[in-house]
């Protein structure tokens, strides 16, 4: 249930000592308590089961148990994380609570999907009302910042990344310091914008020495475990499930390169972990990805919808090591320097929370 957003609450309200977090959000299963304390949160949680339908009901529920919290919470301030949230905070406004209100977004989607889909078209007269009446707008890419000013937002935006706890990385040790073989690995949802079956094509074009370990789930799993199949990589592609993030350092330190060929990305956290990890990275130049990725000096740019391409960076990256090095050794002092969560939570207290 952890994505870029929900690790970014749980870090930031982490470390936070001073404000006091409710959180409400969807129940997703019958084993989850509707009601505890994790970390600086009160998390509250709103029954599902019903597929999308529970997300649509959520925004109505959501805004009804907001209003009703904020009877004898008296909160200064709410908080939306991910543009959809806006739906909620708009409707608790249109029902008479004029509460303060930030907005963070965390979109990894496509501007048409979140945007110009029919289903949302016709409430984005909603959607234009949340950016506008915000009190502030963060942001964790440059490129996820000007979706804020396309929607009319007119106040200062905060571009404050997602980042890395440090400590997940202390003390990983490598079990496969011999080992011959060239293991490549994405940490991905199985969706259609992480392309991951683009990775799983540049195999073809790969030696036999070069596998590829694939960490996470999604809609397009059994579609993904055909084409490997239908391939004949079975012996080359492993793919391992769901990971908890505390074991994904890992799976990272016994690896040689991180892939995630996106074609679209908000920011992708995973590539930060990776970076801190020593990993050498290879992405493609789409969202907020070139906020940090510079071609050359922090990872290596391959085409978007390119499986060759993917491959001609991983043999750029076998055969000159000097530049690998060089590489690993750039990205890490840069997301030491900029993206350590402790950073982060400084910045949002004092740059957004602070100022409201």
Same mark, same amino acid.
């Not at 994505?3 to 982490?14: R, V």
């Not at 991180?258 to 130049?285: D, Y």
């Not at 000096?297 to 000097?322: H, Q, R, W």
């Given at each position: 249930?952890?994505?870029?957003?929900?690790?970014?609450?749980?870090?930031?309200?982490?470390?936070?000592?001073?404000?006091?977090?409710?959180?409400?959000?969807?129940?997703?299963?019958?084993?989850?308590?509707?009601?505890?304390?994790?970390?600086?949160?009160?998390?509250?949680?709103?029954?599902?089961?019903?597929?999308?339908?529970?997300?649509?009901?959520?925004?109505?529920?959501?805004?009804?148990?907001?209003?009703?919290?904020?009877?004898?919470?008296?909160?200064?301030?709410?908080?939306?994380?991910?543009?959809? /949230?806006?739906?909620?905070?708009?409707?608790?406004?249109?029902?008479?609570?004029?509460?303060?209100?930030?907005?963070?977004?965390?979109?990894?989607?496509?501007?048409?999907?979140?945007?110009?889909?029919?289903?949302?078209?016709?409430?984005?007269?909603?959607?234009?009302?949340?950016?506008?009446? &915000?009190?502030?707008?963060?942001?964790?890419?440059?490129?996820?910042?000007?979706? &804020?000013?396309?929607?009319?937002?007119?106040?200062?935006?905060?571009?404050?990344?997602?980042?890395?706890?440090?400590?997940?990385?202390?003390?990983?040790?490598?079990?496969?310091?011999?080992?011959?073989?060239?293991?490549?690995?994405?940490?991905?949802?199985?969706?259609?914008?992480?392309?991951?079956?683009?990775?799983?094509? &540049?195999?073809?074009? %790969?030696?036999?020495?070069?596998?590829?370990?694939?960490?996470?789930?999604?809609?397009?799993?059994?579609?993904?475990?055909?084409?490997?199949?239908?391939?004949?990589?079975?012996?080359?592609?492993?793919?391992?499930?769901?990971?908890?993030?505390?074991?994904?350092?890992?799976? %990272?330190?016994?690896?040689?390169?991180?892939?995630?060929?996106?074609?679209?990305?908000?920011?992708?956290?995973?590539?930060?972990?990776?970076?801190?990890?020593? %990993?050498?990275?290879?992405?493609?130049?789409?969202?907020?990805?070139?906020?940090?990725?510079?071609?050359?000096?922090?990872?290596?740019?391959?085409?978007?919808?390119?499986?060759?391409?993917?491959?001609?960076?991983? /043999?750029?990256?076998?055969?000159?090591?000097?530049?690998?090095?060089?590489?690993?050794?750039?990205?890490?002092?840069?997301?030491?320097?900029?993206?350590?969560?402790?950073?982060?939570?400084?910045? /949002?207290?004092?740059?957004?929370?602070?100022?409201?």
């Amino acid at each position: 249930m952890v994505g870029g957003a929900e690790l970014a609450i749980k870090e930031i309200t982490d470390r936070i000592s001073d404000i006091e977090f409710d959180l409400i959000t969807l129940r997703f299963s019958k084993a989850h308590q509707k009601k505890e304390r994790v970390g600086n949160c009160t998390i509250y949680r709103i029954n599902g089961g019903l597929g999308y339908f529970s997300k649509i009901l959520f925004v109505p529920r959501a805004a009804f148990l907001a209003s009703e919290l904020n009877k004898t919470r008296h909160y200064d301030l709410f908080w939306a994380v991910m543009t959809n /949230m806006l739906f909620p905070i708009t409707l608790t406004r249109l029902l008479g609570n004029n509460t303060p209100y930030i907005l963070t977004l965390q979109d990894g989607d496509p501007f048409e999907y979140v945007f110009k889909r029919l289903r949302i078209r016709i409430f984005l007269p909603l959607l234009k009302y949340g950016f506008r009446h &915000a009190s502030k707008v963060q942001t964790i890419s440059t490129f996820l910042a000007n979706w &804020a000013v396309c929607m009319g937002y007119k106040g200062t935006i905060e571009v404050i990344p997602n980042g890395v706890d440090f400590n997940k990385f202390k003390n990983v040790k490598s079990l496969a310091s011999d080992r011959k073989e060239i293991v490549l690995i994405t940490t991905s949802r199985l969706e259609k914008k992480n392309a991951v079956g683009d990775i799983i094509d &540049a195999l073809k074009f %790969l030696p036999e020495n070069i596998s590829l370990e694939i960490l996470g789930s999604g809609m397009l799993e059994r579609v993904l475990k055909l084409k490997v199949r239908n391939l004949k990589l079975g012996n080359r592609v492993k793919f391992l499930g769901l990971i908890s993030p505390q074991e994904i350092p890992v799976y %990272l330190q016994n690896s040689d390169i991180f892939i995630r060929p996106s074609i679209s990305e908000g920011m992708g956290t995973s590539f930060i972990e990776a970076m801190a990890t020593e %990993l050498p990275v290879i992405a493609t130049p789409v969202g907020g990805i070139p906020d940090f990725l510079k071609d050359r000096e922090t990872g290596l740019f391959c085409e978007v919808n390119n499986p060759k391409s993917i491959a001609d960076k991983v /043999m750029e990256y076998v055969n000159d090591p000097v530049l690998r090095s060089e590489i690993v050794k750039n990205a890490k002092e840069m997301v030491i320097k900029k993206y350590d969560w402790n950073l982060i939570a400084n910045e /949002m207290k004092s740059k957004v929370f602070d100022t409201l």
